[in-house]
């Protein structure tokens, strides 16, 4: 029997666009709930006509992980002559965050299904894929799911691009990050907002939580309020009216100008202080290093990370029920933003007194 | 040539040459009649050239000699290419006469062209006449009152204008004949058989119902101009907007009413809410508030009103207390204000002492301040913290459940490891391949349907561009008809005012005859050229045999005297008869050539006779027969003055 973690895959789904230029959700296997199928038909570029096409997008929703694949069908195949179809999505959502894997896996299905024109043959890959953790495609091989691990996935994310394109102000975002508050990315193209926004829970490699990453969401009431429920998030928009919306964010990154703004609400959570300055160099010295790769950077920037958080735990235990209140803080006269820093980082580790 | 003299004799009394009414041709026109015509109609055509000459002729030789030159020269001026002299005005001739009297005539202005200038239209010839009737009043010269007829006083009085007041009038709806309404025996409008009581009984005429006489006028053209606006207003509306809404005018009034409605009140409720954030303003806020709570949906109103986010309410909080200090602070002040009869350094004193207790209070407010916001952050930082918490908690147990389920079942089948393994394997190889059949089952009744729905929606979009190209149509059809209704109007309108113009016009002469007259002369002389063309063809076709005629004729005499002429040196027979041939073509020539000379001495005589006509016509007789006695009177007039001249 397979492992336990083919359970993590969720379903299946085909939308086709026709040559009316008409959008439908013509086939999912083995259900998808309506209010996903309208998320995910929004987020299925195809909807879409002035924008160009997305071969590979993928987001969260209400913890679901979605990852579409789309293709013109551009040879003379069944599919576009008898049913008048000019492009299709592949849908699969899935519990767990490995976008290469599930890239392969619906381009696989993908090929099938222009082969041969009928959801059929693609259910039985997936079933396969289901039961056995293995499928046959076309291309070079057959596609395994061990071959992609999920640490892998994580690790995929380049940190180093991060800082390269931010520099000292990367603390900010690790800070957001440390205290789990609200960071919301634009970028016009959702290419770019999708490779920025995956690398930045890496920075808090110690929780190895990527459930915060919202990478593509559309300011639409059912996906606003599943974002309203999580109390700390990095999401990605890819409309611009998000920066008037200043109750969705602490922190609001404007990719293409290289811009950082944190929001007045958070302004007082977020100071910052000498502490801050002594990571903020350690980020950006190993990221400057080119001889270290990202998995490396990481390693460091989690160090770093652990001596904080050890530094709080040991307070921790000097007070009763392990718990730290504001005073043991203040009895330890650390400066104003360092102790506001880690009465927050105390907060966020569960560690402080309620 | 009678039509033409009449034409004539008309225009020359119109110019105000006293024709007599005997004169019925230009035959009968003496001298003076001449020089009256010529010289009146100069004046016309250009004063500056008339002013100068004199109707009447004088009656020294000289000076009429002097009159007849300075004419002739003024005609030429004019333009006139026939030859023209001092003998044309005192020793004239018919058709020299009748040729200049035409040249004047034409050249006279024509009145006719103003006229049709003109706009047509009812409203254009209103505007026209009272531009006229202004123009004649200004025109007259003010007089004092006392001076003024009665006619004047009218017009010249400050009495008839009125400033321009308008009230509003009550009109009844239903603005059908009354008659059909009788005829028909129910009433029309079955609205309010109240209304239609009080409208039929109790409301006055409209000229009644304004409370002074004087603003009838303008609250009638007031009330029209509101309708008239109204009523276009609607029709731009409904064809531009209204059409492409496909609904019925009901509806679509009634929508706008509600869509209107729903501004109001939302402009209203904006500003109701900016209102309870500034101070002092509560109390008009509240008003507001319980004015659109009577407009209904009251519930609603309030919750919008209360509802706010987390920021809204922190302000609330922010901004109640400060005007609590701010009554507080007023208080104190108002208790320590200074009573008039007391020293100063009491005054100093007690100055100080309130200054160190608001200090005091200063200090506590701030320090509590500080308390609550510490507690605040404390508060909220803790409950982000449980939050999480349990957002983990709740995962970790759902996943733990998940987890506990498969391991229950793992364990039933843990005895029998290796069978119960082979049994799943087996089981979840027959589900699959059964769930792939039901999928090819399905896929075969979900495909037809698939398709079935994109066709239908390309009908539908069919359809509706159908739909939108007949309503472009529609709404081009609108505009042809309105135009078309606006031209028949105007056409009507032109066409009264024309056949008005024409009843007015003067019936003396009547235009119809002439107009006949001139179309049957049209007529004639096309006729006539059609019989020229055709003798001209006929005898053109003569000519042409003549010619071929003669050619004929020299060949074959060339030939059979030549023939002859071969024969004749042989025999005396064909000598003979060669002389005979010679003698007979020179007879027949000479009487061609006789009867040719005949018919060019015909032409002559006729072109004779005709100049012998003209000759006649020009009275040259009576004239040479003037011209001596006017040249013995001048010769007298010469010795005479020669005579005065030696003795003087």
């Known amino acids: 029997m397979a492992a336990p973690e083919t359970q993590l895959m969720l379903s299946v789904g085909l939308i086709e666009k026709d040559v009316n230029a008409d959008t439908l959700w013509v086939w999912c296997y083995p259900s998808v709930s309506a209010e996903l199928r309208e998320v995910l038909l929004s987020k299925c570029c195809l909807r879409q006509d002035s924008r160009g096409l997305h071969t590979f997008v993928f987001g969260q929703f209400r913890r679901t992980w979605y990852y579409i694949s789309t293709v013109e069908v551009q040879e003379p195949t069944a599919l576009k002559k008898v049913q008048l179809v000019t492009h299709f999505s592949i849908v699969v959502t899935t519990k767990d965050f490995n976008p290469e894997k599930y890239a392969a896996f619906s381009r696989v299905l993908c090929r099938i299904y222009i082969k041969h024109g009928s959801p059929v043959k693609m259910m039985e890959g997936y079933i396969a894929v289901l039961t056995k953790g293995v499928c046959q495609s076309d291309e070079n091989g057959s596609f395994l799911i061990k071959d992609y691990d999920v640490r892998k996935a994580y690790l995929a994310g380049s940190v180093k691009d991060v800082v390269s394109q931010f520099g000292m102000e990367t603390i900010i975002l690790y800070t957001a990050l440390m205290l789990k508050k609200r960071i919301v990315v634009h970028h016009p193209q959702v290419e770019a907002l999708l490779e920025f926004t995956r690398a930045l829970p890496a920075l808090t490699w110690h929780r190895k939580d990527w459930s915060i990453l919202h990478p593509y969401v559309h300011l639409t009431d059912s996906e606003l309020e599943n974002l309203r429920t999580c109390t700390g998030y990095v999401a990605g928009f890819v409309d611009p009216e998000v920066s008037n919306r200043s109750d969705l964010f602490d922190v609001y990154v404007n990719l293409p100008d290289s811009e950082i703004t944190i929001s007045q609400s958070a302004k007082e959570a977020m100071s910052m202080g000498k502490l801050h300055k002594d990571i903020g160099l350690v980020i950006v010295q190993s990221a400057e290093n080119a001889d270290r790769t990202d998995g490396q950077i990481i390693k460091d920037i989690s160090i770093k990370t652990r001596e904080i958080l050890a530094n709080l735990a040991s307070l921790a235990e000097e007070c009763e029920n392990s718990k730290i209140t504001l005073e043991t803080l203040k009895q330890r006269h650390f400066p104003p933003a360092t102790e506001n820093f880690l009465f927050h980082l105390a907060a966020a580790e569960q560690l402080l007194k309620i | 040539m009678d039509e033409v003299d009449k034409i004539l004799i008309h225009s020359l009394r119109q110019t105000g040459t006293d024709v007599g009414k005997d004169v019925q041709s230009v035959k009968h026109f003496t001298s003076e009649l001449i020089v009256e015509a010529v010289v009146r109609c100069l004046r016309v055509i250009d004063p500056a050239l008339g002013s100068g000459l004199c109707p009447s002729l004088p009656p020294g030789m000289s000076a009429r000699f002097r009159v007849g030159m300075s004419l002739a020269q003024a005609c030429q001026d004019l333009g006139y290419k026939g030859e023209i002299g001092y003998q044309t005005f005192l020793y004239s001739n018919e058709p020299e006469i009748r040729s200049l009297l035409m040249f004047l005539v034409e050249k006279l202005p024509r009145e006719s062209a103003e006229a049709s200038d003109q706009p047509a239209g009812k ?526």
């Open chain 2, 123 to 648: 409203s254009a010839l209103l505007q026209k006449s009272i531009a006229a009737q202004i123009k004649a009043q200004l025109a007259l010269p003010w007089l004092s009152p006392s001076c003024r007829l009665p006619l004047l006083c009218k017009t010249q009085n400050p009495g008839p204008s009125h400033s321009f007041h308008s009230q509003t009038l009550s009109l009844p709806h239903c603005l059908k004949v009354p008659g059909k309404r009788q005829l028909k025996g129910k009433p029309q409008n079955t609205q309010d058989p109240q209304e239609n009581d009080y409208h039929r009984d109790f409301l006055p005429p409209v000229t009644a119902q304004p409370s002074q006489h004087a603003s009838v006028p303008a609250s009638l053209l007031e009330q029209h101009a509101g309708e008239l606006s109204a009523a276009q207003e609607w029709e731009n509306e409904w064809n531009s907007q209204g059409l492409l809404s496909r609904l019925t005018p009901e509806e679509y009034r009634s929508r706008k009413r509600a869509r209107l409605q729903k501004r109001i009140e939302e402009q209203l409720r904006t500003a109701a809410q900016t209102r309870p954030d500034t101070l002092g303003a509560h109390g008009s806020g509240s008003d507001l508030t319980e004015l659109l709570q009577s407009f209904g949906g009251s519930p609603l109103i309030g919750d919008i009103l209360a509802k706010g986010t987390r920021f809204t309410h922190t302000e609330k909080f922010t901004f109640t207390e400060e005007p609590e200090k701010a009554a507080k602070q007023m208080a104190a002040a108002a208790n320590s204000l200074p009573s008039s009869h007391q020293s100063e350094e009491d005054l100093q004193a007690r100055q100080q002492e309130e200054l160190a207790s608001l200090q005091q209070q200063l200090q506590q407010l701030s320090l509590s301040l500080e308390e609550v916001g510490g507690d605040m952050r404390q508060l909220t930082v803790s409950i982000h913290q449980v939050s999480d918490e349990l957002k983990q908690k709740e995962l970790s147990n759902t996943e733990e459940e998940d987890s506990v389920r498969v391991k229950k079942q793992t364990i039933y089948l843990l005895p029998d490891g290796e069978n119960n393994l082979a049994k799943l394997q087996a089981l979840v190889e027959g589900s699959a391949e059964r769930v792939v059949n039901l999928a090819a089952q399905w896929e075969k009744h979900r495909a037809p349907l698939i398709d079935e729905h994109r066709r239908l929606k390309e009908l539908c979009s069919n359809q509706a561009m159908e739909s939108s190209r007949k309503l472009s149509e529609i709404k081009e059809l609108h505009e042809k008809i309105s135009q078309s209704a606006e031209e028949a109007k105007k056409k009507e309108g032109l066409y009264k005012q024309l056949i008005t113009e024409f009843e007015n016009l003067p019936k003396d002469i009547s235009r119809s005859a002439y107009t006949a007259r001139i179309l049957e002369i049209v007529g004639n002389i096309r006729k006539q050229k059609e019989e020229i063309t055709k003798i001209l063809s006929d005898t053109k076709e003569l000519q042409k045999e003549i010619n071929s005629l003669t050619g004929k004729l020299d060949r074959t005499f060339a030939v059979t005297d030549e023939l002859v002429f071969k024969d004749a040196k042989k025999d005396e027979s064909v000598r003979k008869s060669y002389k005979y041939l010679a003698a007979l073509h020179e007879n027949c020539t000479q009487l061609i050539q006789t009867i040719e000379d005949t018919g060019t001495i015909m032409r002559e005589i006729r072109d004779l006779e005709e100049q012998i006509e003209t000759e006649n016509g020009k009275k040259t007789v009576s004239n040479l027969e003037k011209i001596l006695e006017d040249y013995k009177a001048i010769r007298q007039e010469n010795s005479a003055l020669a005579a005065k001249i030696r003795e003087a």
